[in-house]
């Protein structure tokens, strides 16, 4: 009897130990064969990217580093890097932030780029999306310290910039928002 008692147990002890294991489920496939972990975001809108993000138009005079009327003037400020997938700005880059609020307070009459930047990883859509996040994230954080949002001009380029084939770790470099001054 003391053996049936035992083996009972044992069962009962092995179903609560087991039934708290979690089980993963393979991701739901998209109609091209791509899965929702791949970083891939369905287009809306008709096939179109994010709705809200903006397409450039002929008359912004992007080229020859001219932004809008504006003289684009690149290493003034830092590049402030983001953690893999991520649009949270670190405290260690904070304080980057902090030096491009006090460089536009005394500077008044110049404005800011905002580019977001992503590594290859994921899907062309979803990384101009990704980089648009990261380019929000740092207008709403100068919003924060008091730089009005007029003055900041955010666009994506993405991964189009980015090395492919890099791992992860080495595409850090990529993970960035670039604060380019622009100078009347």
């Given amino acids: 009897m003391n053996n049936i008692l ?8 092995a179903i609560f130990v087991l039934s708290g294991c979690t ?3 393979a991701p739901s496939q998209y109609n091209d064969g791509r899965s929702a ?19 450039r138009d002929e008359g912004d005079n992007i080229g020859n580093n001219m932004y809008g009327g504006f003289t684009m003037v690149r290493d003034v400020l830092p590049s402030v890097y ?13 304080l980057k932030l902090q030096q491009a609020a006090e460089y536009l307070e005394q500077n008044s009459d110049q404005h800011l780029l905002v580019e977001g930047h ?20 740092i207008r709403d954080y100068l919003g924060t310290v008091g730089i009005t949002p007029e003055r900041i001009v955010k666009i994506s380029k993405g991964s189009l910039e980015a090395i492919s084939g890099l791992s992860k770790e080495m595409s850090s470099q990529n993970r960035r928002a670039d604060l380019i001054v622009l100078k009347k």
């Fill in 6 to 13: 035992r083996i009972f147990l044992t069962l009962i002890l």
């Fill in 23 to 25: 089980s993963t489920q």
């Fill in 37 to 55: 972990g791949e970083g891939f975001i369905p287009a809306t809108s008709g096939g179109r990217l994010n709705p809200d993000l903006e397409g």
């Fill in 82 to 94: 983001f953690g893999f997938d991520s649009t949270s700005v670190g405290a260690s880059e904070r």
């Fill in 118 to 137: 992503c590594d290859w990883h994921g899907t062309k859509e979803y990384n101009l999306t990704l980089g648009d996040r990261r380019a929000n994230s």
